[in-house]
């Protein structure tokens, strides 16, 4: 399996971990995505994760079956291009733009679908800004979505002791004492907490935004923490959220 990736996905490779393994890195996201990942699944690709096909995984990449390198020449944030061989059998596909964007799938040379990009939205804080004042409530609704995900994985992280532990640090005695105990210190230590599960590779889910899920977390629990602290509204809270 050879795998080539833009600068943003690669750095992946470096330090999170991966639900359900134990391990940090992509190579053992590559090696169950191919023996028991289902695409079905969607993002949720590795649901099936089992202690027999980690194992499996990791004989996957002790015999060096999987290459990973930067893609040159792209200018692509999200940009991941996967090419499998199995005897004379070759196939290849690439998602660009979003997590489950196909833009490009061949099998032995032939190609099976082939999109354009679609082009960037233009878009400037006053238009984003208007539109989560004006939107129609129940078309936006969904964004409380990433409130119950995101504030569920950093009570997840409050429970257990993962990577650093900073969110349920920040929680103790003696940091009250330094910090407050406060709407700051609370959005500190949630914010931190959900980064701290999901990097350990925790078995729980988060929003992401813009690619990434420490990004959607910090877009989302300190508005969220605020809301809740200071009485606001439903309504309120879904258009601070957009």
Same mark, same amino acid.
């Given at each position: 399996i050879e795998v080539l990736l833009s600068a943003n996905i690669l750095k992946n490779a470096m330090g999170v971990g991966i639900p359900g393994t134990g391990m940090v890195g !992509?190579? #053992?996201?590559?090696?169950?995505g191919a023996l028991i990942g289902k695409s079905d699944?969607?993002?949720?690709? !590795?649901?099936d994760c089992t202690p027999e096909a980690v194992e499996q995984g990791k004989r996957f990449i002790a015999e060096k079956r999987i290459c990973i390198s930067l893609k040159e020449d792209i200018t692509e944030k999200l940009y991941i291009?996967? #090419?499998c061989k199995a005897g004379d059998k070759t196939a290849k596909a690439i998602i660009a733009g979003g997590h489950t964007t196909f833009i490009y799938i061949a099998k032995d040379e032939h190609t099976v679908s082939e999109e354009e990009e679609d082009a960037?939205?233009?878009?400037? !804080?006053?238009?984003?800004?208007?539109? =989560?004042?004006? =939107?129609?409530l129940d078309e936006i609704r969904f964004i409380l979505d990433t409130a119950r995900l995101n504030k569920a994985a950093a009570e997840q992280a409050f429970k257990g002791n993962y990577g650093h532990s900073l969110g349920k640090m920040l929680r103790g005695t003696y940091e009250?004492?330094?910090?407050?105990d406060s709407?700051?210190?609370? #959005?500190?230590?949630y914010t931190s907490a959900a980064c701290d599960a999901r990097m350990a590779g925790a078995m729980i889910p988060v929003m992401s935004n813009s690619g990434s899920g420490n990004q959607g977390i910090s877009a989302t629990l300190p508005v969220v923490v605020f809301a809740e602290e200071n009485g606001k509204s439903e309504e309120e809270l879904i258009r601070a959220l957009m």
């Open positions: !992509l190579p #053992i996201a590559v090696a169950l699944y969607q993002l949720e690709v !590795l649901r291009e996967v #090419i960037s939205l233009e878009l400037n !804080l006053r238009k984003v800004y208007d539109f =989560a004042l004006t =939107a129609p009250h004492k330094v910090m407050g709407v700051f210190s609370h #959005i500190l230590s």
